[in-house]
């Protein structure tokens, strides 16, 4: 996939390889709302473990008629910027995509952040969810793994005392 060359795409990678926030429409309201969400960045990176400069998040004032555009848009910026994760938050819906989280982390994150009316405690919520989903199998596969690696030598060291 390369690039895409709608204007709208363009001045929006623009924009977010300038700010990693972008809050629309833009004026003197959407810039306290975007500094406060730029507070955000540092401890989701850490969570996530990207790097700052990796993330971007965009607020749109509206939402369009499908849902799943809004993961388009975000798989359009972040194919046209050098962001990792692309976090779209609309009124009615949220979009996002990542090339280092699992698709598990992003609809996690996109769940918890809609749960919220709060643009910042959603941003919050989404880089909870989504660092909480980071080992899908859980505690749980690892000690079922663990398990049945111990079955198996039980039973290889019976079958070769068997064999002496």
Not at 33 to 49: C, T
Request: aromatic share 6%; hydrophobic share 50%; net charge negative.
């Amino acid at each position: 996939m390369t690039a895409s060359t709608d204007p709208l795409i363009m001045e929006l990678a623009d924009k977010i390889n300038i700010d990693q926030v972008l809050v629309m429409p833009e004026n003197a309201e959407s810039q306290a709302l975007s500094l406060e969400l730029e507070q955000v960045l540092p401890k989701m990176a850490q969570e996530l473990n990207l790097e700052v400069e990796d993330i971007a998040f965009i607020a749109l004032d509206f939402t369009p008629e499908h849902l799943p555009e809004l993961r388009d848009l975000a798989q359009d910026l972040q194919l046209s910027t050098t962001r990792e994760l692309v976090v779209i938050r609309a009124p009615g819906g949220a979009g996002s995509v990542s090339t280092v989280l699992s698709r598990a982390q992003i609809e996690a994150g996109e769940a918890a952040m809609m749960a919220s009316p709060d643009y910042v405690a959603g941003l919050k919520f989404y880089s909870e969810a989504a660092a909480a989903h980071d080992n899908p199998v859980g505690d749980w596969g690892i000690a079922s793994g663990i398990g049945t690696f111990g079955v198996l030598m039980v039973f290889a060291l019976a079958t070769w005392r068997s064999f002496r």
